[in-house]
């Protein structure tokens, strides 16, 4: 019986070195990082799946919507014009179609054009003016 054994143990040891099987701890340790980087990355796809969600059109709740732009109205944010506007846009997105424009901010609704920006003015700073030109190329000997 104990030659038996012997044997058993003797065909055992017949495994190249160096293969996970000697080591199964790193096996898994591989495997858990493995894991845990499919773990995350399914948490990632959800979370951010979860914060799409509230940016489909028709899915935010009128009525505080509404009570933003009266608020915007109340603080000066908008005119009255703006807020009559924005509360039609916000009416005809909730009972109309899913095709109604939506309404990003009250600077988006302006058609006028924007002023022409002022000129820059030069603003002296620690460098000469001429600072950054290229320089003279030296006068070649005659």
Not at 3 to 17: E, I, R, V
Not at 26 to 52: C, M
Not at 114 to 125: F, I, Y
Request: proline share 15%; hydrophobic share 40%.
């Amino acid at each position: 019986m104990s030659s038996s054994l012997l044997s058993l143990f003797a065909q055992a040891g017949g495994k190249p070195p160096g293969t996970p099987w000697e080591k199964p701890e790193l096996l898994y340790a591989s495997l858990a990082i493995a894991a845990a980087l499919l773990a995350g990355g399914v948490v990632i796809y959800f979370v951010d799946r979860w914060r799409k969600s509230g940016l489909a059109p028709g899915t935010a709740d009128g009525a505080a919507e509404l009570t933003g732009f009266r608020g915007m109205l109340e603080r000066g944010e908008i005119t009255e014009e703006e807020y009559a506007r924005l509360r039609q846009k916000a009416a005809a997105r909730l009972k109309g179609p899913a095709s109604a424009v939506e309404t990003k901010s009250p600077a988006a609704l302006d058609t006028a054009p924007a002023p022409p920006a002022p000129p820059n003015p030069t603003l002296p700073g620690p460098l000469p003016d001429d600072y950054f030109d290229d320089p003279q190329p030296p006068p070649r000997p005659t």
